[in-house]
């Protein structure tokens, strides 16, 4: 079956770590670019990172920059996101999404759900 | 990168065709035609349902069409039905080699 599924969200204090993945199957991973989107609770779609298929080229969005690393493990079939710094805002249900080609999405995960409190 | 302009909301009656609007800028929209538009029902992932401005992925109705006229882009959907009723975002690549959303749309068939 083709599906990507997240795991690793939680409850983390402001200002602590946490790192997703993100499980794919069902298609050839290493041949698409892929992407971490998130969406906070009663909110909109808000791209956070993306990485080419070799690791080549890394993107992210100003909100994020220099706090979370994306990363993939082309040979465990894996995506990745670091979280540093976790503010309150960073509080969201963050989707792994493959890219087809041109920055268009055709598969996603449920997502998993980050909560940064104390 | 400032998000994409959508209408909060839109409604329709069942039969009817209704059209979202989506403006951006040169460096987004305006610049390359890598526009998307995703469909989510409460609860769930977002579902794409146009690509590339106009093109339908295998398996959408072609209620469902897109199209762009400078830096705005539109997603329209003729004959709605029920079951269209959902939140719909659009997508576009941006100059800094980035991506933005919209700040969605609820559609309500009433």
């Known amino acids: 079956e083709v599906q990507l599924v997240e795991s690793g969200g939680g409850l983390v204090q402001p200002g602590r770590s946490l790192r997703l993945s993100c499980a794919a199957s069902?298609?050839?991973?290493?041949?698409?670019?892929m992407h971490w989107v998130r969406q906070a609770p009663g909110k909109g779609l808000e791209w956070v990172s993306g990485i080419s298929w070799n690791s080549g080229s890394i993107n992210y969005a100003d909100s994020v920059e220099g706090r979370f690393t994306i990363s993939r493990d082309n040979a465990k079939n894996s995506l990745y996101l670091q979280m540093n710094s976790l503010r309150a805002e960073d509080t969201a249900l963050y989707y792994c999404?493959?890219?087809?080609?041109?920055?268009?999405?055709?598969?996603w995960g449920r997502g998993t759900l980050v909560t940064v409190s104390s | 990168q400032s998000a994409l302009t959508q209408p909060a909301s839109v409604s329709g009656s069942p039969g009817q065709s209704i059209t979202i609007s989506c403006t951006g800028t040169s460096s987004d929209i305006g610049g390359y035609n890598f526009v998307s538009w995703y469909q989510q029902h409460p609860g769930k992932a977002p579902k794409l349902m146009i690509y590339e401005v106009s093109n339908r992925p295998s398996g959408v109705s072609d209620r469902f069409s897109g199209s762009k006229s400078g830096s705005t882009a539109s997603l329209t959907i003729s004959g709605l039905q029920a079951e269209d009723e959902a939140d719909y975002y659009c997508?576009?690549?941006?100059?800094?080699?980035?991506?933005?959303f919209g700040g969605g749309t609820k559609l309500t068939v009433l």
């Open positions: 997508s576009s690549y941006t100059s800094s080699n980035t991506l933005v």
């Open positions: 069902g298609f050839t991973f290493d041949d698409y670019p």
């Open positions: 999404a493959k890219e087809d080609t041109t920055w268009y999405f055709d598969l």
